[in-house]
């Protein structure tokens, strides 16, 4: 029989923001253990929390991005359930009015397609503390300082239909929360995760088969491994008779299989009911304005603008614009290269990109800065230097030995375009050379290689290859006799 | 609307509460009192009438985006029952 397998993805995304959703606590990573966790975060009685403007702003922004419904009025919700990392004993979260619905965001298919994702919803809602299972023997260590950080969670619709469409989508909402800068979208760190709703149905079949959960993905590799695991898993239960479980499952990358988390009497009775802390947040005409009017430019916007105005071609705008740093490098590095935007694309996804790799260098920390790199490319562009010259040029500047005039300047690199003084060599090197002048003459034209050597050699490798091949063409062909 | 005995223990069970077996008939009875008391309101007509989420005609106001707050980490640990190098510590949970 033939399958059909069917995805939803819940990205949790956390805001960038400078203090808590629902209190003044900072949010700064990697603090000393509950260091940054004050009285709202650690639901002592009586308090009150109060809602972070930015945060609001942040998923507003995120809803513009996506097309999608802001929500004028949404309204707060507790998700009740214990666990020692929450201590109220309930999330804020929400549930039946979330401030974003029914969006959308357009990824590229492998096989060069396109396909529309609907977003069904992107609500606002607090991050639980961290458990910490390993520290103690026979106690688990409780971290609050995660505690009231503010989380989007965007929810697709059931949409996506494999493993490397799902992993495509991840990272089209990934790339798109770095834009707008309302994440940081650091994976290692936990600011970006995402749980994956499966379920496999013979082809054709309308109505859905019974779903898995998979909690915590946290890499893009993880998430297309454990996913290919798990429809293999429900595919081979259905195959041999049985029945796919509703049920949550952990995917362990050291053994690449998933397994099940939660015990099923438990399963998601979390009776939500509107928090009686907090007002229905409302979202007036001018607000709105106020953060339409902050919105940066978008990756699509930027596609569309590269292929338009540089003319690079749809494999190298998505690399050059998968963040917006490495779409600011290339603009900042092709200014002024009218007429020769490819060869800053070449140098951006090239020789840049294979340096920052090697050194493990993010582009915001390259040594080289694009306005190095443009002052290097222009050298290139107008002759002053061959582009094998120009990576020596490039090593020396990522190694700090000044920029591309200065490194030319003491290095004395400039090529030879003095058509005079160069064409004194090429004349020499004929004269020397006489059997091999001959044999040219007499059909033998690959041998022009032999003599672009020649002169390149007498010149120290300075002497610009394309006035040498002109030169030496005249001179060969005019000596003829 | 009749609550079961076993609606009863499931509702304790997610509310951490502990009701021993004498105790459950007592609870139906008057969780199923409250309940039908929810119902005697569901006779009002309430197509025109939005849910309400909040009894104040107000909406949300929001806060600066400002850390405010002073670590007080140690005040707040001697409340608890159990810290060690900085955290709260508890009886091992694990999935």
Redesign the interface.
Known sequence: MNWETVIGLEIHTQLA???KIF????TTYGA????????VD?GYPGVLP???????AMAVKFGLAIGATIER?S?FARK?Y???DLPKGYQISQY??PIVSRGSVVIQLDDGGQKRVGITRAHLEEDAGK???E??K???????NRAGTPLLEIVSEPELSSAAEAATYMRKIHQLVRYLGISDGNMQEGSFRCDANISVRPSGDTELGTRAELKNLNSFRYVEKAIEFEIERQIDVLEDGGKVVQETR?YDSDKDETRP??SKEEAN?Y?YF?D?D?????IDEALLDSIKESMPELPSEIEERFAKDYGLNPVDIQILTASSEDAKFFEASAEGLDGNYELAANWNKGELRAALNREGVTISDSPVSPADLNNLLQRISDGTISGKTAKEVFEAMWAGEGDADQIIETRGLQQISDVVALDKVVQQVVADNPEQAGQYRGGKQKLLGFFVGQVMQATGGKANPAEVNKLLRARLDADEN | MGLSDKDVQ?IAK?A?LEVSDGQIADYVEKLTQILDMVDALKEVDTTEVL?L??P?H????????????K???DL??ANAE?V????????????
């Open positions: 923001t400078q203090s209190s003044g606590e900072r000393e253990p509950n260091t940054q966790a004050c009285l650690l109060v809602l972070n403007s930015e945060a609001v009025r309204v009740n214990f666990y020692p039946e009015l458990s910490l299972h520290t103690f026979d106690q688990t260590g409780i971290d609050l952990l988390m939660r009775d009776r509107p009686p907090l007002l229905p947040l409302e | 499931h997610l951490r849910p989420a909040h104040l107000m909406s949300q106001r929001l806060r600066a985006d400002e850390p405010t707050e670590n007080q980490r707040f640990q159990d060690k190098q900085g955290l709260y510590t508890v009886p091992r949970v694990i999935e």
